[in-house]
């Protein structure tokens, strides 16, 4: 039953190819129960951000749920690309696929390293799949740990010091194109999260005056009256806005472009000689590259904000090598359960039977001896529990032993247990070996 991570992130594929396998918010669910009625997909969740979009599944059978979840990113939504996407995708197995996710939690493998939001975004999959119920014991367990190993890393370690966030980072780039922010006019499109966090920085920046756009007008003013900073409008005067701006700032959840040159080119004649910035940290993006061919604008993607703030990660890169241990012990703790699963039919049906045998063997003394007084019945079954409690605490203690040191060995067990005292296990023992992380142990 092997875990898998099946994804393309900022490291293997351009914004471009990325925001052509972007899911809206909005059908999260939809796809979740697409994924859960695979054949071979036992549990998925999906991890979407701005850089990356990944599906941890726990599969049946290796091969054929690669295979499927490889068809389930190629057509679902998405029809035609004009590209061979197996380019793009990598493919993680067992122990390789946990260690991805918990480096994901802890920002190491962040398109900025400890990024804030990507904890966030972790737990939102997590509760996506718990909505959508595609999601089971082993993944729960998979991304509790993830989540755990996310705030550990950030407590205690500087990986989060001075932390950059997505939105942050566009503030940034923008202050290193213009010089300042000082005294400028923005305009932000989109007023979910990474809207929020812009306006407030933006106002510690010193813009003179933002605007917020947004499809929905009354998000857009809950945006400017949070921070006490702004004026909302409605997305559909965005080209008024723009006419103003020095700098506009995009990240919404459309699935279209939003700055288009049928809009954006009219702003311009309205200002000629005067320049205008965009940055569209939107996947899929926001912007239409064809705008960067309009007379005096500029235009920054999200693939482009890396190297804006790589020179301020030094404090950062330090606590790599720390978070790297405790991402290392993380996934030893968590190799461990996934192998002792394989105890759990094992230790339940022996125990089970040991009671039945107790139980019927009680029922029998007690018919051949009415005279028992309760008092003298309550003893009886209590040795006759330690007695059996006894017999079999070793051999308990014995096999969840062996599952956390040599699958194998505590599989040989298992099988002896099962043909010595008819457990009828043989199935569930095969089904519950742990293949993936035992055959990736080494990395």
Same mark, same amino acid.
């Given at each position: 039953?092997?875990?898998?991570?099946?994804?393309?992130?900022?490291?293997?594929?351009?914004?471009?190819?990325?925001?052509?396998?972007?899911?809206?918010?909005?059908?999260?669910?939809?796809?979740?129960?697409?994924?859960?009625?695979?054949?071979?997909?036992?549990?998925?969740?999906?991890?979407?951000?701005?850089?990356?979009?990944?599906?941890?599944?726990?599969?049946?059978?290796?091969?054929?749920?690669?295979?499927?979840?490889?068809?389930?990113?190629?057509?679902?939504?998405?029809?035609?690309?004009?590209?061979?996407?197996?380019?793009?995708?990598?493919?993680?197995?067992?122990?390789?696929?946990?260690?991805?996710?918990?480096?994901?939690?802890?920002?190491?493998?962040?398109?900025?390293?400890?990024?804030?939001?990507?904890?966030?975004?972790?737990?939102?999959?997590?509760?996506?799949?718990?909505?959508?119920?595609?999601?089971?014991?082993?993944?729960?367990?998979?991304?509790?740990?993830?989540?755990?190993?996310?705030?550990?890393?950030?407590?205690?370690?500087?990986?989060?010091?001075?932390?950059?966030?997505?939105?942050?980072?566009?503030?940034?780039?923008?202050?290193?194109?213009?010089?300042?922010?000082?005294?400028?006019?923005?305009? &932000? *499109? =989109? $007023?979910?999260?990474? /809207?929020?966090?812009?306006?407030? @920085?933006? #106002?510690?920046?010193?813009?003179?005056?933002?605007?917020?756009?947004?499809?929905?007008?009354?998000?857009?003013?809950?945006?400017?009256?949070?921070?006490?900073?702004?004026?909302?409008?409605?997305?559909?005067?965005?080209?008024?806005?723009?006419?103003?701006?020095?700098?506009?700032?995009?990240?919404?959840?459309?699935?279209?472009?939003?700055?288009?040159?049928?809009?954006?080119?009219?702003?311009?004649?309205?200002?000629?000689?005067?320049?205008?910035?965009?940055?569209?940290?939107?996947?899929?993006?926001?912007?239409?590259?064809?705008?960067?061919?309009?007379?005096?604008?500029?235009?920054?993607?999200?693939?482009?904000?890396?190297?804006?703030?790589?020179?301020?990660?030094?404090?950062?890169?330090?606590?790599?090598?720390?978070?790297?241990? &405790? *991402? =290392? $012990?993380?996934?030893? /703790?968590?190799?461990?359960?996934? @192998?002792? #699963?394989?105890?759990?039919?094992?230790?339940?049906?022996?125990?089970?039977?040991?009671?039945?045998?107790?139980?019927?063997?009680?029922?029998?003394?007690?018919?051949?001896?009415?005279?028992?007084?309760?008092?003298?019945?309550?003893?009886?079954?209590?040795?006759?529990?330690?007695?059996?409690?006894?017999?079999?605490?070793?051999?308990?203690?014995?096999?969840?032993?062996?599952?956390?040191?040599?699958?194998?060995?505590?599989?040989?067990?298992?099988?002896?247990?099962?043909?010595?005292?008819?457990?009828?296990?043989?199935?569930?023992?095969?089904?519950?070996?742990?293949?993936?992380?035992?055959?990736?142990?080494?990395?």
């Amino acid at each position: 039953m092997p875990i898998v991570c099946i994804g393309l992130s900022h490291h293997t594929a351009p914004v471009e190819v990325r925001e052509r396998h972007a899911f809206p918010s909005s059908r999260m669910g939809e796809a979740l129960v697409a994924l859960r009625d695979y054949r071979t997909v036992r549990e998925a969740v999906m991890l979407q951000t701005c850089g990356r979009l990944e599906i941890y599944a726990d599969l049946d059978d290796y091969e054929s749920g690669v295979a499927e979840i490889k068809s389930f990113l190629s057509n679902f939504r998405h029809g035609t690309t004009g590209y061979d996407i197996e380019s793009f995708l990598y493919t993680l197995l067992g122990r390789q696929a946990v260690e991805h996710l918990f480096r994901v939690a802890s920002g190491l493998d962040s398109m900025l390293v400890g990024e804030a939001e990507i904890l966030g975004q972790v737990k939102d999959a997590y509760v996506q799949a718990q909505r959508a119920e595609s999601i089971g014991k082993c993944l729960h367990k998979l991304f509790r740990e993830a989540l755990a190993v996310g705030k550990t890393a950030r407590s205690q370690t500087a990986i989060g010091s001075e932390s950059v966030s997505v939105a942050g980072a566009a503030v940034e780039a923008a202050r290193t194109r213009l010089g300042t922010l000082a005294g400028r006019s923005i305009v &932000i *499109v =989109g $007023a979910g999260k990474m /809207g929020r966090t812009a306006v407030r @920085r933006l #106002r510690q920046e010193g813009a003179a005056h933002v605007i917020v756009a947004n499809r929905t007008l009354a998000n857009a003013r809950d945006v400017v009256r949070d921070a006490g900073f702004g004026e909302a409008i409605d997305v559909t005067d965005l080209g008024r806005a723009v006419a103003t701006a020095d700098v506009v700032l995009a990240s919404t959840g459309a699935s279209d472009f939003v700055l288009t040159p049928a809009l954006v080119a009219p702003a311009m004649a309205q200002r000629p000689g005067r320049s205008l910035l965009v940055v569209d940290i939107a996947v899929p993006r926001d912007a239409d590259p064809a705008i960067a061919e309009i007379p005096n604008v500029a235009l920054v993607d999200i693939d482009d904000l890396k190297s804006v703030v790589d020179r301020n990660l030094e404090t950062r890169r330090e606590a790599i090598p720390a978070v790297e241990t &405790i *991402v =290392g $012990a993380a996934v030893d /703790g968590f190799a461990h359960w996934y @192998r002792s #699963r394989i105890t759990v039919p094992v230790i339940a049906t022996l125990t089970q039977k040991a009671e039945t045998i107790r139980s019927a063997e009680l029922e029998r003394l007690f018919a051949r001896c009415p005279e028992l007084t309760p008092r003298e019945r309550a003893l009886v079954e209590g040795a006759t529990m330690t007695i059996v409690s006894k017999l079999l605490h070793s051999v308990i203690l014995k096999i969840r032993e062996k599952a956390s040191l040599d699958r194998d060995e505590v599989l040989s067990h298992a099988r002896v247990l099962d043909e010595l005292f008819d457990l009828h296990l043989a199935e569930r023992i095969a089904d519950l070996l742990p293949d993936a992380l035992a055959a990736d142990a080494g990395g």
